[in-house]
């Protein structure tokens, strides 16, 4: 493994559309949604720890869940975990990711990743990573991104448009971006070929990154930049503490990747989903001849693709429900079409008013 | 309160209908089902305190059940509760409980009735009461039953049939007995005008219920007679737990009733139900503008006609369903639609079956 290689997993999202199983205090990347016996965290980093040296993983997440980070990774060395104060969405956390590491090693080169993806196609990853840090190392001004192909018209993902097509395992330069099209828009973009879902793993030399950063978001990098004494040393999260709050709250695609013109894209088959909500579980889920997905000690009758999860020991009993999501916690239950599952933030919200902070 | 009036409470059920609510080790009868802070069987208790001498109540039960009714009724007197080591349906029960009452008055009238039944006309339930009490006092040889007008063309209940129909508020000759009629037959019993349902509450003088025992049911009447001199005594139960297993189980209806030419129906409405299912108890719970009854905190979305019952403190969000029954215990989650309540029993057997008895 590079020494100059490093890795900087984002852990700090609420993950509210797995309500009721994530909780502002055990969001999504701490769960193992999935049922693999890990949580998204846990697996995230074990894929990393392939490739990436220990000692040059960094986790960034918001201070509250600091210690569920070093708890899901007691390898971790616990100054590599970076503590936002607040939420201030992908780009302030990889600015002060990249400064910590340019403090550390300036010819270093980063993988900056979400902590709570599906790969199921672990070992192509893990090349696809290594071509990738291998063609940042030789293209030093390149931010590059993984791209991948599109399964269906998902109007949930960003889409990356290449300049030109060509075939998997190749490098392409992005050409537009766009968030989260309508549905007709994502059936164009699928069949026309050129257009790539954005993975959120990002692959860069930390100077090239912060000198993207100097440009598009001078305030964050000057904000950031101006506290670079305190990077590694005891008084670094006081210093964080004091000037992340100014920093503005954007994402890195929207704030670096769509402004910058050096931008490539690796296009790769990774057996990738964001699992961002109950449907896409249900997609990569196991599933019985009815195509249900459920815990142990679910009894159904009638019933047909539907995701019910419920805690450990409990029985259920489901009758004539079809394409359904039954989710029981102990203090939650909900019951809704997998058609309604965008409304589960209302759900967050209609409880939150009614009972405060204690179920969300 | 005439002294020579009893009443037998029947506590010994399991009400497997309102699974998973109620439970081998909690039936129906100790529960507060439709929420109004009191158990059926506390209810029912009560509804009698108001006409009969708390000291010539007597209730019922399993063996298993005998703490939980003194829990209920604290005011019982605890050799006022009758213990059958097993159930032997209603025939064995009420004339086991005549002959424990024929030893300490063998003038007695008595009055039998289920413990988890509703009536909303309590008022006029005592007047009714009264006036059986009054009716069989003076035409001893009578056994009495209280008929309900039907409201519906029910096929779970017991028809009985009048000699020829008076008004409501008379009594009237019995002529003949059907138990649970088919759909067709429902609907041709309730519009002839001749036909009452049948409550399951009876009166009569316990000499005149005895005889019927020993006409139509000599070897249960023997048994129970066999023992006569320990009724009353500390070796009663000993001597219960000994014969009565050998008693035929059978239901008071079939075993004396039908064989009968001495039964009178007292034609009455009372706002009654047996809340024997969870469609019953949805006719009689309020429910809000979309038809649905539930438990504090649960949020509907695009539902109705639900019943929807879940443990104190616990939050449900509910969207999409039409005519469901939810029903949520610290162990147990059942999902069904209401059309589909019958099949509780097989639910039951499944995850009886799957699990033991630890949730049955």
Same mark, same amino acid.
């Given at each position: 493994?590079?020494?100059?290689?490093?890795? !900087? +997993?984002?852990?700090?999202?609420?993950?509210?559309?797995?309500?009721?199983?994530?909780?502002? &205090?055990?969001?999504?990347?701490?769960?193992?949604?999935?049922?693999?016996?890990?949580?998204?965290?846990? /697996? $995230?980093?074990?894929?990393?720890?392939?490739?990436?040296?220990?000692?040059?993983?960094?986790?960034?997440?918001?201070?509250?869940?600091?210690?569920?980070?070093?708890?899901?990774?007691? %390898?971790?060395?616990?100054?590599?975990?970076?503590?936002?104060?607040? *939420? #201030?969405?992908?780009?302030?956390?990889?600015?002060?990711?990249?400064?910590?590491?340019?403090?550390?090693?300036?010819?270093?080169?980063?993988?900056?990743?979400?902590?709570?993806?599906?790969?199921?196609?672990?070992?192509?990853?893990?090349?696809?990573?290594?071509?990738?840090?291998?063609?940042?190392?030789?293209?030093?001004?390149?931010?590059?991104?993984?791209?991948?192909?599109?399964?269906?018209?998902? /109007?949930?993902?960003?889409?990356?448009?290449?300049?030109?097509?060509?075939?998997?395992?190749?490098?392409?330069?992005?050409?537009?971006?766009?968030?989260?099209?309508?549905?007709?828009?994502?059936?164009?973009?699928?069949?026309?070929?050129?257009?790539?879902?954005?993975?959120?793993?990002?692959?860069? #030399?930390?100077? /090239?990154?912060?000198?993207?950063? %100097?440009?598009?978001?001078?305030? $964050?990098?000057?904000?950031?930049?101006?506290?670079?004494?305190? =990077?590694?040393?005891?008084?670094?999260?006081?210093?964080? &503490? #004091?000037?992340?709050?100014?920093?503005?709250?954007?994402?890195?695609? =929207?704030? +670096?990747?769509?402004?910058?013109?050096?931008?490539?894209? #690796?296009?790769? &088959?990774?057996?990738?989903?964001?699992?961002? $909500?109950? *449907?896409?579980?249900?997609? =990569?889920?196991?599933?019985?001849?009815?195509?249900?997905?459920?815990?142990? &000690?679910?009894?159904?009758?009638?019933?047909?693709?539907?995701?019910?999860? /419920?805690?450990?020991?409990?029985?259920?009993?489901?009758? *004539?429900?079809?394409? =359904?999501?039954?989710?029981?916690?102990?203090?939650?239950?909900? !019951?809704?079409?997998?058609?309604?599952?965008?409304?589960?933030?209302?759900?967050?919200?209609?409880?939150?008013?009614?009972?405060?902070?204690?179920?969300?």
């Amino acid at each position: 493994m590079n020494n100059n290689h490093y890795c !900087v +997993i984002m852990a700090g999202g609420v993950g509210s559309r797995f309500w009721p199983i994530s909780r502002h &205090d055990r969001p999504k990347q701490f769960l193992d949604v999935l049922g693999t016996g890990k949580s998204f965290l846990r /697996t $995230t980093f074990e894929r990393f720890a392939n490739i990436i040296p220990v000692e040059n993983v960094f986790v960034a997440t918001n201070t509250a869940y600091r210690d569920m980070v070093l708890a899901e990774i007691p %390898e971790l060395k616990p100054e590599n975990v970076l503590c936002e104060p607040l *939420g #201030r969405n992908t780009a302030p956390c990889i600015a002060y990711a990249a400064m910590r590491i340019r403090s550390i090693n300036p010819d270093a080169v980063m993988v900056a990743t979400p902590s709570d993806h599906l790969i199921l196609n672990e070992i192509h990853f893990c090349e696809v990573i290594q071509q990738c840090l291998d063609f940042v190392s030789d293209k030093q001004e390149s931010l590059l991104t993984i791209g991948l192909q599109p399964t269906r018209p998902a /109007t949930g993902y960003g889409y990356i448009q290449v300049n030109k097509h060509v075939a998997e395992g190749k490098f392409n330069k992005a050409k537009t971006f766009t968030e989260k099209p309508n549905r007709e828009l994502a059936n164009i973009f699928v069949s026309s070929g050129e257009y790539f879902w954005n993975s959120g793993i990002f692959v860069w #030399r930390v100077d /090239t990154i912060l000198r993207a950063f %100097e440009e598009h978001q001078p305030e $964050t990098y000057q904000l950031l930049d101006s506290i670079s004494e305190h =990077y590694g040393t005891p008084t670094e999260q006081e210093a964080i &503490d #004091r000037i992340y709050p100014e920093c503005r709250g954007i994402s890195v695609d =929207y704030g +670096i990747m769509e402004r910058s013109s050096n931008v490539w894209v #690796r296009c790769s &088959d990774l057996g990738w989903s964001d699992i961002g $909500t109950w *449907g896409s579980l249900y997609q =990569y889920a196991s599933k019985d001849d009815n195509g249900n997905t459920y815990s142990a &000690d679910t009894f159904t009758f009638d019933t047909e693709n539907c995701v019910i999860k /419920t805690p450990e020991g409990k029985v259920a009993v489901i009758e *004539g429900l079809k394409d =359904y999501i039954v989710v029981d916690t102990p203090d939650v239950l909900m !019951v809704c079409p997998k058609s309604a599952e965008q409304n589960i933030k209302r759900y967050i919200e209609t409880v939150k008013f009614a009972k405060g902070d204690k179920h969300v």
